[in-house]
């Protein structure tokens, strides 16, 4: 029988915009011009509400910690 293994709650959370600012160091304006270029995860929209996975978020920063994505 196969197991099925959900992802850890902590990386799979959905989390605010105060929160992704919180994270990342930025403001809403500079994250929502790097989600138009492609260059930032896009929210997920739930009811009229703007969520992002925090795995997206966090990955995000570690590829900027390691030097990917410079222009």
């Known amino acids: 029988m196969n197991q099925v293994v959900s992802p850890s709650p902590e990386h799979e959370r959905l989390i605010t915009l105060n929160e992704v600012e919180a ?17 930032f995860p896009k929210s997920v929209k739930i009811n009229s509400s703007s969520r992002w996975v925090k795995s ?6 570690r590829q900027k910690i390691n030097g990917g994505g410079a222009k």
Not at 56 to 61: A, I
Request: no cysteine; aromatic share 18%.
């Open 56 to 61: 997206q978020v966090d990955s995000w920063v």
């Open 23 to 39: 994270i990342t160091g930025f403001k809403s304006s500079f994250i929502y011009s790097e989600i138009k270029k492609g260059n």
